[in-house]
């Protein structure tokens, strides 16, 4: 039978393949549309290829402790439900752990590096987009260590919809660190103290709220001090330290902490798909479109 480019281009649509793929697998299956189909997802070509374009927008944040090291990172897939699929779980703890353990500088290099089975990480995702049927994307980890006198705090939120790592210096005591993420998890703050937050940041937030008390009608000897008491209002909207603790709202983090003999370092917060631009697609059509082009 002739394999005709219009052929070409409908196999191409329906599997989002590639061309030279899609005319090998009509001629392999003499033009049978529905064999060839079958042919490219036997390869593996169609259920990973024709994901390529798509945003992955949902998926899982996951933290992983080993000993004074440890990983928070993001692996994202095109729908919430793949979170819960035991493939994609397991996909996720073996990057984790090759990761910490080899350490690459970028995703790229993560995304390039061999795993202990010989595979390339790319090829892990690969392999299992093709059993999973979505796209799935290392989006972005970090690595950080701590000595014997440190404590880590890995909290993970509805499953790892949203993860926290706390860092605490100075303490041992996991439980407070890991209830001081806890506490980040709800309330989201951008920084640890103060003394985090730039001069140039300060002076545009002092700016905003002195033009709103005179927007008020507030007089203008009494402004520089609103906007002062204000500007404490803010630091305690966005420095954890300065917070009303969530466990217990008459105590401030940064005391809390304090009470456990440590310091809080750092944090590293992940939401899943946090920046991301998601398409507004209905997903019943979604689902429909599918299934017809299946």
Request: glycine share 8%; charged share 30%.
């Amino acid at each position: 039978m002739k394999i005709t480019a219009q052929m070409v281009k409908e196999l191409r649509e329906k599997t989002g393949t590639g061309m030279m793929d899609c005319k090998k697998a009509l001629t392999e299956t003499n033009g049978d549309m529905e064999a060839a189909i079958d042919f490219l997802r036997e390869k593996g070509l169609s259920s990973s290829a024709k994901k390529a374009d798509r945003i992955a927008a949902d998926g899982t944040t996951y933290i992983h402790v080993d000993g004074n090291e440890a990983i928070i990172l993001e692996v994202n897939a095109e729908t919430d439900f793949v979170a819960k699929n035991e493939g994609f779980q397991t996909l996720v703890n073996d990057l984790a752990v090759h990761l910490l353990a080899t350490k690459p500088a970028t995703v790229e290099e993560a995304v390039a590096s061999t795993l202990p089975n010989g595979l390339s990480v790319a090829d892990h995702i690969s392999n299992t987009v093709a059993k999973i049927g979505e796209k799935i994307t290392l989006r972005r980890y970090e690595i950080r260590t701590k000595t014997d006198n440190d404590a880590f705090g890995p909290y993970l939120h509805m499953g790892g919809r949203i993860s926290v790592l706390t860092i605490v210096e100075g303490s041992t005591d996991s439980d407070a660190a890991k209830d001081v993420a806890m506490h980040i998890a709800a309330l989201n703050p951008k920084y640890v103290s103060r003394d985090q937050v730039s001069a140039e940041e300060v002076e545009h937030e002092r700016k905003i709220l002195t033009e709103q008390a005179l927007n008020e009608g507030k007089p203008e000897n009494i402004v520089a001090k609103m906007v002062e008491g204000r500007i404490g209002k803010y630091f305690e909207d966005i420095c954890v330290l300065d917070q009303a603790f969530v466990k217990n709202s008459d105590q401030k983090v940064g005391d809390f902490v304090k009470s456990t003999g440590g310091t809080l370092k750092e944090f590293i917060r992940y939401a899943v798909g946090e920046g991301i631009e998601k398409p507004e697609d209905n997903f019943a059509d979604e689902v429909m479109s599918q299934v017809k082009g299946n």
